[in-house]
């Protein structure tokens, strides 16, 4: 059964053909040798009974007469003729009276033969006839003709028929051969291109377009291959996406397989943890032990997490815990954990750690509670004195000079928390909106700065500000109100840390910068005066919030406006940059790129 | 009977004017620092009875340092040192309190408290 399974559509055809084809040609061969003999042995029984009859009424006259020389002359030119081997004739004793042909016949003993079969063993069909006169026997004919060239034309016939049935067998397997590898041949076909098409996943047309069966098969499996090359496709597209994603997320990851191993971290996990072994196939409790090796041991949460989660089979219980781990160092980084839960057999995925970088949300935590902490002590100050001083100011015995002096100082430091107030809201505006706190507009930078200074109320007894404006300076893009308040924040510095007999200077001016290999010209505003100037350790506090130049309280300010002052410049795009030598000057310079 | 000696120390000069004010009827003499440099040259130079501590000032050393450093010094382990400070927390309370002060004050604070426990340890101390 296998054989005829394993055996083609064509070989099945050729031997199916072949088959029937052998069976008709059987049945045709026997039937036609059956009639032709049935035929001949009649025709033979007939030519002997004529021979014989014929002969007998010949020979009576001689055998009545002993004419032994005309019967045998007789007999003999009749033995000559076709077919005839022998003519033996007996007189009524049973002895020979004349004979012809064959001498070996002429002792033999003769039984007739009445079917050809029976002749058939000796090849000649014998004859017995009575000659008879009057009733009465007077001797008999005995003749043989010879069957062999009969059976011979019967093998002959034979012969040709099974030549025919060859060749019709031949002709007939060739047939069926170039039909089955009509039929086979665009079912090959159909077969190369669905092999190609899953083996090399490019879609190939079968080319056939006929209406017949296996036309429609084709442009089915067209259909088919092609839709499926398209969602094959589709999918290959998402699975990259998802890998992209995988790969390239600030977040670590690590797949648990079901069956306890890693099935793949994404390198965010090895940056986080600084480890850049290869984790796939490895057992979970590696993991479980790198990690103990790495993490902090003195944070309590980290090492319970590790202890939980360290026996694979707890795991799954273990769905959408948060914790946070820390490292300890020189990693130090604080880590968000969560554990999903998939458990999918058909992904071989059991769950999925994530670990969330929170080392710089603390850090801005840190920062944000630090300047509130910082922001709360600065207001202390000026609330402090404004309690203190008011409580004095209610004694019986205070002056009327003190109590002025009191009043003033009160007033004062309410201001000053009025203003401090004011600028802490100006910060959180900048640090909350950003850019979009800004209403920026092309303008040139002399008028404004020229405005400015004009309205800028110089303290009594010192110099004015000494301005320069060079001609055909370009605009820039700026927000007049905000660039006002930098100027004024700059230019009321430079009036605080100098004195009556220090001047102040104010350029603006173009310069030259590159920008892409390009020439380019900016717009700068320098401010220079001949004040206290900074140490170098002052210089780098300037910018630092609530650090002031003068920790004595002796002059006004906040400690905020330098800091406003570059986070406004740098929504600007600007820069600003301060030099300065202790005693001697200060020169501070605005750049605006264009 | 002579009288007790002060030292001020606080970066902010509106502070220790204000404690100066609140202690000038009270014949006090009076001595300030603005930072604790200043104030440990201060309390070797006029041997205070009483110090009035700020904790958060510019320079190397901040009050609970400088606090450290003057217990320290012979003769001036009992000393009054009443740290006050804008620091509000427990943590800075205790912080303060380890350091060797004998109380911690917060700011803003009441002139007239002020001057309650200044004369209250001083009577203490007799």
Known sequence: ?594 | MANKKVLIVDDQEMIRKLVKMTLSSHNFDISEANNADEALQMVLKTRPDVIILDIMMPGELNGIEACKKIRQIPGFEETIILMLSAKTQEIDKEEGMDAGATDYLVKPFSPEYLLIQIKHYLNETQ
């Open chain 1, 1 to 594: 059964m296998t054989l005829i399974k394993n055996l083609s559509f064509k070989v099945k055809t050729i031997i199916g053909i072949a088959l029937i084809e052998t069976l008709l040609l059987a049945i045709i061969y026997f039937t036609s040798i059956n009639s032709l003999n049935h035929t001949n042995e009649n025709q033979i029984k007939l030519r002997a009974q004529e021979t014989s009859t014929l002969i007998s009424l010949w020979v009576r006259n001689g055998l009545l007469t002993y004419d032994v020389g005309n019967t045998e002359h007789f007999i003999s030119s009749l033995v000559e003729s076709d077919g005839l081997l022998y003519i033996h004739i007996k007189n009524e004793d049973g002895k020979t009276f004349a004979f012809a042909g064959d001498p070996k016949f002429l002792d033999k003993k003769i039984e007739p033969d009445t079917t050809l079969e029976q002749a058939n063993l000796d090849g000649v069909f014998d004859v017995v006839k009575p000659i008879t006169l009057d009733n009465f026997t007077i001797g008999q004919v005995e003749l043989g003709l010879s069957v062999n060239k009969l059976s011979e034309f019967i093998d002959n016939v034979a012969n040709r028929i099974k030549t025919i049935a060859a060749v019709e067998v031949i002709l007939s397997a060739l047939f069926s051969y170039f039909l089955g590898w009509l039929l086979t041949r665009r079912l090959l076909r159909l077969k190369k291109v669905a092999i190609d098409v899953s083996e090399t996943g490019v879609l190939k047309s079968t080319g056939d377009q006929s209406k017949d069966e296996i036309g429609t098969v084709s442009q089915a499996f067209d259909k088919m291959s092609s839709s499926l090359i398209n969602s094959q496709k589709a999918l290959k597209a998402n699975a990259m996406k998802l890998e992209e994603i995988f790969k390239s997320t600030r977040d670590g990851m690590v797949v648990i397989s079901t069956d306890g191993t890693i099935l793949t971290v994404n390198p965010a996990f090895g940056k986080l943890t600084n480890c850049n072994k290869h984790f796939e196939g490895v057992p979970f409790e590696s993991l479980i032990q790198l990690l103990k090796s790495k993490i902090d041991t003195d944070d309590y949460e980290s090492v319970r997490w590790l202890k939980t989660i360290s026996d694979f089979n707890q795991l799954a219980h273990r769905d959408k815990r948060k914790t946070k781990i820390r490292f300890a160092p020189p990693n130090k980084r604080l880590l968000n954990v969560n554990h999903k839960l998939i458990n999918d057999h058909e992904t071989q995925i059991h769950s999925i750690l994530f670990f969330m970088d929170l080392t710089k949300t603390e850090e801005v935590e840190r920062l944000k509670s630090e300047f509130v902490a910082h922001a709360a002590h600065e207001l202390r100050t000026p609330l402090t004195s404004v309690q203190g001083f008011s409580e004095l100011l209610k004694l019986p015995d205070v002056s009327n000079k003190d109590r002025i002096e009191l009043a003033d100082i009160i007033n004062s430091q309410s201001k000053r928390v009025v203003e401090m107030v004011s600028e802490l809201l100006d910060i959180a505006r900048i640090e909350s909106e950003g850019v979009k706190l800004l209403d920026f507009q092309t303008v040139s930078l002399t008028p404004v700065v020229e405005k400015i200074v004009k309205e800028f109320s110089v303290p009594e007894n010192r110099k004015p500000i000494y301005t320069y404006y060079k001609e055909g300076i370009r605009p820039v893009l700026i927000d007049e109100t905000r660039i006002y308040q930098v100027l004024q924040n700059i230019i009321s510095n430079a009036y605080k840390y100098s004195s009556e007999s220090d001047y102040i200077w104010l350029y603006v001016e173009p310069f030259e910068y590159k920008y892409e290999e390009q020439d380019k010209e900016g717009v700068q505003i320098r401010v220079i005066d001949t004040g206290m100037g900074m140490s170098e350790e002052q210089l780098e506090h300037l910018f630092d919030r609530f650090w002031r130049g003068d920790s004595s309280g002796a002059l006004p300010g906040t400690g905020l406006g330098m800091s406003i002052v570059k986070e406004v410049l740098e929504l600007h795009s600007a820069t600003i940059e301060v030099s300065s030598e202790l005693n001697k000057s200060t020169e501070v310079t605005i750049k605006f790129y264009r």
